[in-house]
Each structure stands twice: as C-alpha cells, then as structure tokens.
C-alpha cells in the first residue's frame, strides 16, 4: 500500500528515480489529478527526463519493470492498470503538471506574490546582462555611499580578486538568515602586532646576547615586520627546544613563544572580526543594489528569487498560511528528488507546504510526502546543499525511510569494485548486491601520463568491439577538459556530444520554429528560407502572424501541425514547455540563447562528453573516467563555513599559517578539509556509478584526483560490447500540448486574447499605450514631450491621420474629470514595456487612501467581454496580494469620446 510519508535514502542504481516514476504513476492510478502533484529536480534536463520517463512508462507499460512495482504500491490489477494506461496518458498530457525545478516552482511563487516584494510579476530571470549589470550597479552604490576605502582594504586584506569579493558578497547574500546570529565588531589589529612585534624582540635579545647562537638561530629572530614574524616556521612548534636554537635556549623562550602567538592569533582574529565587519556592510550595499536591479529592470536571479520568497515567507509570518493558501489549493502530493542537494533555505520554503501535507490537517486529508536521495552524491556543498539535512528532515516529519539495497544499473563487476574502493572511504557505507542476472561487466583501471592518447585509444576500443557510440560517456573533471577531449576525438573523426551540442536550441528542430518565429517576427525573408531548409520542405510563402493578436504557444504548435513537424516529438515537447515560460516573444528572440534546457538524449549521436557534475543521476553502457587534465590549483576560498549539523556555527577568515597559531581556527580548517575529501570521494562514486556494462578510470601516475581512492591497476572481467537494436523512432502521435500549469500569471493575470480583425491597427494601439507611459503625470503639459517620444519610437509603423488621431484621443482623456479623479494617487506604470508594448499586464496601477485603482487603456470597445473578464482578474488578484481594496477601470480612449468602465 501506498505509505503517505516515505523515503528513499540508497546508493546509486538503487531505483530511486524509479521509484519516484513508480510512486507518481501510482498516484495516478489512484486517482490523483496530475496537476496537484508536484515533482520538484534540481535541473531543468531530469525535470524533462522525468516527464518523458512517465510517458515511455505508460506507453510501454507491460513492458517495463514499473508495472510490477505499481502493481504491488497501488494493489490495483493488471487488468484494471492496462485497461486505464491510455485514460492516464491522455489525462497527464492534458493537464497542467507541475513537474519543475525548485528554482522554478520557486520562482512561480514569487511571481504570485510579487507585490510583497515589489515587484511585478513579470519579472524575467533570463537576462545574459545581469551579473555585469549588478556590479556596475553595487560600484555605483558604492561610490556614492562612500565605501570605494572599505571596499578596496577589503580586497586588499583578502589577497582577492575582485570578482572574488564579488562572489564572498554574494555567499553572504544567501546566507543571510544562517549569519544572522554571528556579530562582527570593528577592532584594532595594531595593538597585537606591536605586542607580537615586542616580544620578538625580547626573544632576540635572549638569542642574539647568547654567545654560541648560530647565525641560523640568529636570522631566524629577525623579523623587520609583523609579516615576516608571520611567515616564521618556528610559530608551527611547541618548543623551541630543537635543533636551530639547541645552543642558546632556556624556557624563557618557549614563554615568549606562545606571547607571540597569543598576540598573532589576537591579530589574525581581529582582521578576520574587521574583514566581515566590512564586508557584512558592504552586503547591505550589496543588497541594496540587487533590490535596485529588480525594481528597476524586474529582474532577478535564482538566488534572488529564493530570497525574496523566503523574505516573504518570514514578513507575512504566521500568516504565511496565505502563502501557502493558494498553492495548497493545488498541491496535494509532493515528491522531491535528488534530496541530498536541497539546500537549507531551500527546505525552509517548502517546510510550511510539507507540515501541511504530513499533518494532515489541509485541504487534503489525503496528501502525501515522498523523497529520494543518496548522501554520498552530496557534490553541491558549494551551492549550499548540507546533506544531513536529509536526515534532520526525515525525523522532523516522521517521515519512513526505506533503503534500496540492490543495484539494477551496473554489471557485478562494477558494482563489487566501487563497493571495493568506497567501503573503507566513505562514512557507513553499506556495499550494495546486485541484479542475480548481472554476473558480467568489466572494469579496468589504467594508468597512463598520456591521459587524452589514452583516453581516445580507450574509445576507439570500444567502437571497434561494436559499441553503440551513443552509449560510451566520458566523464572529465572540468569543463575545459571536455573541450579538449572533444578535440581529440573529432580529430580521429569520431563524433562527439557535448553541453553545448545537448542544448535544445541546437537541436534542428527547434532552430528552425526560432528561425520561423524570427520570420514572423522580424519579417525578413532569409529567416523564412532558413526554416524550410531546416525542416527540408520546399520554400512556400507564408502570411505573417501578428504576436499580439495570437499567443507565441499558440504560433508554435500551430507551425508544429501545419508543417508536420512530428517526428522530432520530446524535443518539440520540451521547447513548447520552455517557452511557455517567457513573457512575450520578444523575451523569447532575445534571450533565448541562455536556455537552459537540453535536448531529450534519444535524439542525439555521438560520445557524450560531460563533467562528472552533470552526470548525475543519468546512465550509460560504457565510462571511461579521466584524470584531470591539468593540476588542481589549491583552494581559493577565503572564508572557511563551519557547520554543527544543519547549523552554521561558525566562520573563519583563511588566514595563511594561522592554524599553527589558532587550535579553534586548526580544528575548524581540518573540517573543511575533510569536508573536501567528503566532495571529492562522492564525486568519484558518483562517476564510477554511472556504468552499466564497462567502467574504465584512465588515471595519471602523479598528482592523480584519484590518490585519495588508493586505487590500483587492473582488469576484471571481460570487455564485451552488445550492439543492440538501435531506437527506432516511433511514428509521433501528435498529442494535445497544454502550456504546463504553474498556478502564476495565467491565473492572475490571465493573457489577453485579442482575436481577429481588430478594427484599429495594433500599431495604434501599441504606440497610444507608449504615448500615455510616456506622459508621466496626467498634466496636458507633457503631451508635446510625450507625443515626440511615441513618434521617435512609432512614427515610421504610423500613418500621419493615426498619430493625429492618438494625440486627440489622449487629450480628450486629461479633460475628463472622471479619469483625473481615478488617477489621483501614486502610480505605478507597466514595467514591461521596456520589452516593447506588451498589453497584457496592468497598464496602470494608482495606489489612493482607499485601495488601489487599476486602469487598463484600450482603443477599441470591440471585445469588451474580453476585457471586462481581464480586468476582473486584476482586481481580484491585487485585493488578494495586497489584502486592500481595488477597483478595475477599462478607459477606452475611442475616436470621439472617452468611455470608462467601471467592472
Ligand atoms: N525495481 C526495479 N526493477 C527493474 N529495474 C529497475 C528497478 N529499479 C531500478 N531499475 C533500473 O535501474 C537503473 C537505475 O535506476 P535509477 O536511475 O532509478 O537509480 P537511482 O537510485 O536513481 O540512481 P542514481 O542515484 O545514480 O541517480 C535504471 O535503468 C532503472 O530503470
């Protein structure tokens, strides 16, 4: 039966994904409605591959080994699961699911409560400018609030890069609500360096004034600064009873000895209390800017996003039920996967959506908690993921945690040699069995300082024994590693797969709907050509199809049937899902170069090439795992994190050789340290878990990544390659695509769906609404400036008759006594129109004594059912948010009158 709170916490290949397939198909078979279930991954690729694996699993149900699991989860019957496959299908890829990252569902949220922080819900969280425009913008902040000194002694005390201060400032800006409880005072250091400096100088004395001190022992006590006593190796010792001062020494010196470190870590202690004191100022700055970037521009990166919910989160208290109010309303089962990564803040946010689901006490009584992970691929500690939060979190929800004790992906092979090399490495490791029908695989470890030569030669083996080329992953350590494999490899001609190469944007398919888009957009005809060359269909003429009368889903799929362009199904699938995420199809054509979306993998040919961080979570026949290329250069990380748990306990200033002077700072820096050998061995047993068939680790005989592993060299096993029937590609059923449902903006602010035939042209209308933006306040004195503006901007799409028309029609508004009553009060004009004339959102917003008025501008009182029914949603989404009295107005501005609608 189905447990209502449980977990997963098991090795990799263990089936967790799977379960998690499992467990949402049996909530389907149950009777949950898809769009109340919510999936959250940490990448947008396993949020598509989730979606795509809950397709393939219903399709080929009998087939597959989900069928016997959901069997035994539902205790429904095969009959009863088989008969309703084709229902489930059909209902799944009709409703709005809710399968995401948590930076999306996140940001979902924030969009629905937006007004909270500010902003308005359309903010983009695409922007290629964003960083470059945050540091123009904090350097500016800092100039006039007169910080450029402690922001420059900063940099120079940390021995930094700029963009190293940048990134520090940044950490601290996520980990505002952990660092709340740590204070930091402004001291002054020089008092301990001139102490140190003195005692220096009575050890010297005792030295230099004793008659068989060698020269060694003499220039070892000379010190013309503090930071050249700093740098003396003998601050390491305990005694100076030893070799270099066997002559000249008596107890007094040891005395002197722990004086000097006393006053060093005193020094080193005060910098670090002076570095964060600036820097914890310097974040206000920083903070400052940021909210000055989303208020401005409206927009916001993921780490704002997460800030800004959580901000919300914790204003509106123990209200935060209203948050929560609406999304409960729609959400009923959570699954989470990959829960080693979640970081704290993350887990705060969902904490008050998972109480109400485990209590029981919600809308549904019914709801449920489920989540996998595994601690030992815990590899994003760096972006704020502590992995004994799965643990903490498992017993505060009394959560059932279950293990998956067999491997179903890797040989025996495989799975007995990481359980070799992990088990006296990683923490309660538990070695894993394996599949009774897994009795082959093979593993070999080599050792070769030719690691690329190598690497190919490894390779081409492979192909020559008759592997599928899409099924050998090589998995490197850093990006610019995967460049120059790449490289070797397609100078011996063989293909190759990469990030760039997995990008959707670069998948034929969806280059050419960008490219039809552009067409239409744009209108220049080489766009139109590139399309049908794309998609090789002969070039036909095409009518261009306005973006304000159709909506850019809508564009899409229509060409996706118009030009059958079926057989490229789950990345079309993916595309249409992607782009139902952007505003407008400007957002889209401007920014669509940052997508972050790969393509489905069945679509692609050649050896993949990835780093071992990208490899989570997927699986290939063949690895080969290299060495790194170059050396790994030392940790640059100039503040050291120190966690008790999930608590943030402490933070340390790194400080060179200060651990030899500090036991507190020692024993922080050793945690680190095996902190980072914890990182590196999950990433290795992430990397040699990705295997199926053959695993082989190419490894240099010096400074190998691998030294931690003691791993020595060998050969298990047997190479085979099974070629096996290539995919063929299913005819595509065109399926009915509906924009994934978030519960955002198509609620609130539902699109505007003009139609047809609009009497007035949407030039018209686009350039009176830029006109009244343009106007400031309501005085007949700005219409001069504002009408030059309209006509610099769209003058050249506008008849004279029409310019004359819009400025007679703005005129008449300012007489109107009613409108000026309306708008006495601040107003907020529409942000988006900085991304050019979208109508859809609140053209404008005034906020009086009494509540809000919201006013929408319109040329033409043809639809005015439509519209009635849109400002009727802003209304009720803005008395919801802000918990205030609103009122909607639609003024249309016709050829001879002003008409205002009260709704
Ligand atoms: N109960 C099962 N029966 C049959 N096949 C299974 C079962 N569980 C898992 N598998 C198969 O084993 C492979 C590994 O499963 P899955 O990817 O779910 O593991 P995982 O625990 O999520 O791994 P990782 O932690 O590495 O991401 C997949 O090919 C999956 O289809």
Redesign the pocket.
């Known amino acids: 039966m189905v447990i209502n709170n449980l977990a997963y916490e098991?090795?990799?290949?263990?089936?967790?994904?799977?379960?998690?397939v499992v467990r949402y198909l049996s909530l389907l078979f149950m009777g949950a409605k898809a769009s109340r279930i919510l999936a959250l991954t940490f990448t947008n690729k396993a949020a598509s591959e989730m979606q795509e694996r809950i397709i393939a699993t219903l399709e080929e149900l009998e087939h597959r080994?989900?069928l016997?699991?959901i069997l035994r989860v539902t205790g429904l019957s095969i009959e009863y699961l088989l008969e309703n496959r084709q229902r489930v299908l059909d209902e799944f890829l009709n409703s709005h699911t809710k399968i995401m990252t948590i930076d999306s569902f996140f940001t979902k949220i924030l969009r629905k409560f937006s007004l909270y922080a500010s902003l308005m819900p359309d903010f983009s969280t695409f922007s290629s400018q964003h960083e470059l425009k945050l540091l123009s913008r904090f350097l500016k902040e800092v100039s006039i609030t007169n910080q450029k000194e402690r922001l420059i002694s900063l940099w120079l005390s940390s021995n930094k890069r700029l963009s190293d201060i940048f990134e520090l400032l940044d950490e601290f800006y996520v980990k505002f609500a952990e660092l709340k409880h740590i204070e930091f005072k402004k001291q002054n250091i020089e008092v301990f360096e001139e102490e140190a400096l003195s005692y220096m100088s009575e050890l010297k004395t005792i030295v230099t004034s004793c008659p068989s001190a060698s020269s060694t022992a003499i220039k070892s006590v000379e010190a013309k600064d503090f930071e050249e006593l700093c740098s003396k190796s003998w601050l390491e010792r305990e005694s100076l009873d030893y070799r270099t001062f066997a002559k000249c020494y008596t107890p007094a010196m040891d005395e002197l000895l722990h004086k000097i470190k006393d006053a060093i870590k005193n020094q080193n202690r005060g910098r670090e209390q002076n570095f964060f004191f600036s820097l914890k100022g310097l974040v206000d700055t920083y903070i400052k800017s940021k909210k000055a970037l989303y208020m401005d521009d409206n927009e916001l990166s993921f780490s704002d996003v997460t800030y800004l919910v959580y901000q919300i989160l914790k204003l509106l208290g123990d209200d935060s039920e209203f948050l929560y109010f609406r999304l409960d309303a729609q959400i009923e089962h959570i699954l989470l996967d990959?829960f080693q990564d979640t970081s704290i803040l993350q887990y705060e946010i969902l904490k008050p959506l998972i109480d109400e689901i485990t209590s029981g006490e919600g809308i549904f009584k019914n709801g449920s908690f489920f989540f996998?992970g595994?601690v030992k691929?815990s590899i994003y500690r760096f972006r704020g993921g502590v992995s004994a939060l799965f643990e903490s979190v498992a017993r505060e929800n009394s959560t059932h945690v279950e293990k998956?004790l067999t491997n179903?992906?890797s040989q025996r092979e495989i799975v007995s040699f990481v359980n070799s090399v992990f088990i006296d490495k990683i923490k309660n490791y538990t070695p894993q069995l394996y599949r009774e029908a897994a009795n082959y695989g093979y593993v070999e470890v080599v050792q070769n300082d030719e690691v690329l030569e190598e690497v190919v030669a490894q390779v081409k083996s492979l192909l020559a024994l008759g592997a599928d080329i899409d099924e050998i992953a090589l998995l490197c350590a850093t990006n610019r590693d995967g460049s120059s494999v790449k490289e070797a490899l397609e100078a011996e001609n063989i293909e190759v797969v990469t990030e760039t190469t997995t990008k959707l944007i670069n998948q034929n398919s969806v280059k050419a709907l960008l490219e039809y888009l552009k067409f239409h957009y744009f209108g220049e005809a080489i766009y139109a050509h590139n399309f049908f060359a794309l998609i090789s269909q002969e070039f036909r003429p095409m009518c261009r199809i306005d973006f304000n009368r159709v909506e850019l889903l809508q564009v899409v799929k229509g060409a996706i049937r118009e030009f059958s362009l079926f057989s490229d199904s789950f990345n079309l699938l993916r595309f249409l899902d992607a782009i139902s995420r952007y505003n407008d199809i400007e957002a889209l054509l401007f920014e669509y170069e940052r997508m972050d979306v790969s393509a489905a993998a069945s679509e692609l040919r050649g050896v993949r090439v990835l780093t071992v961080h990208k490899s989570?979570?997927?699986?290939y026949e063949h690895v080969i795992v290299m060495d790194r290329l170059t050396k790994t250069p030392p940790s640059r990380e100039a503040v050291i994190y120190e966690y008790d748990g999930l608590t943030l306990e402490n933070i340390y200033l790194r400080i060179k050789g200060r651990e030899s002077v500090d036991e507190k700072y020692a024993l922080a820096l050793l945690k680190e340290k095996a902190l980072q050998v914890e990182d590196s061995l999950n990433a290795h047993y992430?990397a040699f878990?990705?295997a199926?068939e053959n695993l082989i680790v190419v490894l240099k005989s010096k400074e190998s990544i691998f030294d931690i592993l003691d791993l020595r060299v060998q050969k298990n096993g047997v190479l085979k390659c099974t070629s096996k029937e290539k995919n063929i590609k299913k005819e595509f059923i065109p399926l009915e695509y509906q924009e994934l449902f978030y519960g955002t903006q198509s609620d609130i602010l539902e699109l505007e769906k003009e139609q047809e035939g609009d009497f007035v042209s949407i030039n018209f209308g686009i350039a009176m609404h830029y006109m009244l933006e343009m106007l400031g306040e309501f005085k007949t004195k700005n219409i001069a400036n504002a009408k030059d503006s309209m006509i610099n901007k769209y003058g050249a799409l506008l008849q004279e008759s029409e310019i004359k028309d819009i400025q007679k029609r703005v005129e008449m508004l300012l007489e109107n006594s009613e409108f000026i009553s309306i708008v006495d009060g601040v107003c907020y004009r529409e942000k988006a129109l900085r991304y050019k004339n979208s109508l859809r959102y609140i053209d404008l917003l005034v906020r009086s004594k009494e509540g809000y008025n919201i006013l929408d501008y319109k040329s033409s009182n043809l639809y005015m059912y439509e519209h009635v029914k849109q400002v009727r949603s802003y209304v009720k989404a803005v008395e919801e948010i802000t918990k205030k009295s609103a009122l909607g107005y639609i003024i249309y501005l016709l050829e001879d009158e002003i008409k205002i609608v009260k709704v």
């Not at 098991?10 to 379960?19: C, E, I, L, V, Y």
């Open positions: 098991a090795s990799a290949g263990s089936g967790k994904t799977f379960m998690l080994g989900e016997d699991e990959e996998v595994d691929q998956l179903y992906r989570k979570g997927l699986e992430v878990t990705r199926r």
